[in-house]
């Protein structure tokens, strides 16, 4: 049995249809609504225990894509009763948040947009919150102190006087759109400018010749030039860990409809070429896109990074050729067939998430991480799942990022 699918077959597998899509996004804002006695002044984990995450308070990189699923639940449910539960409970948690980046409460790190992009941007542009401007505006101040104007670019974690910390991660992808709003929110291009400067020089030395990801990349920490590319959650150095691929798709559409380079289509058609050949029979990737259909015994999926594609190939979409533009929606729509049928959480007695089988890190010997939620649910798996539905369902859609 061959290892993975070809695109030729792909072309061939089944869509979701509308009925499909709806009646998936009805049990996703379900399983909202029925999470919020627990999680309406609290926040899951980044991933499930057993299928269920448990809450606690707002502290981790993830805590932004639950609010996230609050709103995309706001935005799908069918009756105004629903949506004033959902309301309230996301301006609770954009309290939350604004109360985070006042006491800049573990917000040192990269990771401010994923906290304030899906938490308090969409509060912002769905309700006009201003609690909501001030706690995102001040997410992408804190978010500045990470740039490194030498390199031009934001460095990932760690102290920034640290050697070792010169770094940044494909992840940041989808940190950088929290600048591009606060230059529009503010008419301040410094923002914007700081996320050029590092969407072009991750977009240098991320993608390797064979059309893979590095997951981070490493700078000299005396002349911040570029040193070599590298893992932490990868199987090892030179393999594709599903998940940054992903946010290389995603990443690379969102960095097309910020600049118009047409060098980001380039990219985006090679990263996306690369996750779509090293796809299993089912349509869900393994951890890492070295593992395949045979290695099921040994290797968990992340269904998350099929759901972060999607999402990508549904943006991009809106910037390209017409016949173009429709392939990648027919993948998205593929994708979306194949998690709904096989991944979705259908009944709240089995998960109180939405997506089985993601990996969050799965230790090698080749790595530097540690196991944790691995064939769980991922929280950002959950929000990026309602994002697809939305997104297939809402063509339209006024994307968050």
């Known amino acids: 049995m061959e290892k993975w699918i070809t695109i030729q077959e792909i072309e061939q597998y089944p869509e979701v249809d509308e009925k499909q899509q709806e009646e998936a996004m009805a049990q996703c804002v379900d399983q909202v609504k029925q999470n919020l006695p627990a999680f309406e002044t609290h926040f899951p984990a980044a991933n499930s225990e057993n299928n269920f995450y448990t809450p606690g308070i707002n502290t981790d990189w993830t805590s932004g894509f639950w609010t996230g699923e609050v709103w995309l639940a706001y935005e799908n449910a069918e009756n105004e009763e629903d949506r004033r539960l959902f309301k309230e409970a996301g301006d609770k948690q954009v309290s939350s948040f604004l109360e985070r980046i006042n006491i800049k409460h573990y917000v040192d790190h990269h990771d401010l947009g994923f906290l304030y992009t899906p938490s308090c941007v969409s509060a912002y542009k769905l309700t006009g919150s201003q609690e909501a401007r001030e706690a995102a505006l001040k997410a992408a101040d804190q978010l500045m102190t990470r740039y490194r104007p030498t390199g031009k670019y934001i460095q990932a974690w760690g102290e920034m006087d640290t050697p070792e910390n010169h770094r940044l991660i494909i992840d940041c992808l989808l940190n950088i759109p929290l600048l591009y709003w606060a230059t529009e929110i503010t008419g301040e291009s410094r923002y914007k400018e700081v996320a050029e400067n590092h969407i072009h020089t991750t977009m240098k030395y991320i993608v390797r010749e064979d059309d893979s990801t590095w997951h981070t990349i490493m700078f000299d920490p005396e002349t911040d030039r570029f040193s070599h590319g590298a893992t932490c959650q990868g199987y090892k150095d030179s393999s594709a860990w599903a998940r940054g691929q992903t946010w290389g798709i995603y990443g690379t559409a969102i960095a097309y409809k910020n600049t118009g380079r047409a060098e980001y289509l380039d990219y985006f058609r090679r990263v996306s070429g690369y996750f779509l ?7 869900c990737p393994f951890w890492d896109l070295g593992f395949g259909d045979g290695d099921e015994a040994e290797q968990p999926r992340d269904s998350s990074s099929g759901a972060i594609a999607a999402c990508g190939f549904l943006e991009m979409s809106k910037y390209l050729p017409k016949e173009e533009a429709q392939y990648y929606q027919a993948l998205a729509r593929k994708l979306a067939f194949a998690l709904i049928k096989n991944y979705q959480v259908k009944d709240f007695s089995v998960s109180n998430g939405q997506l089985l089988h993601g990996t969050y890190a799965k230790k090698t010997p080749y790595n530097t991480c540690a196991n944790s939620g691995v064939d769980e649910c991922v929280i950002w798996g ?14 339209d859609w006024n994307m968050y990022w």
């Open 382 to 395: 959950d929000y990026f799942f309602m994002e697809m539905l939305t997104r297939l369902i809402k063509p």
């Open 277 to 283: 050949k090293h796809l299993p029979k089912d349509l």
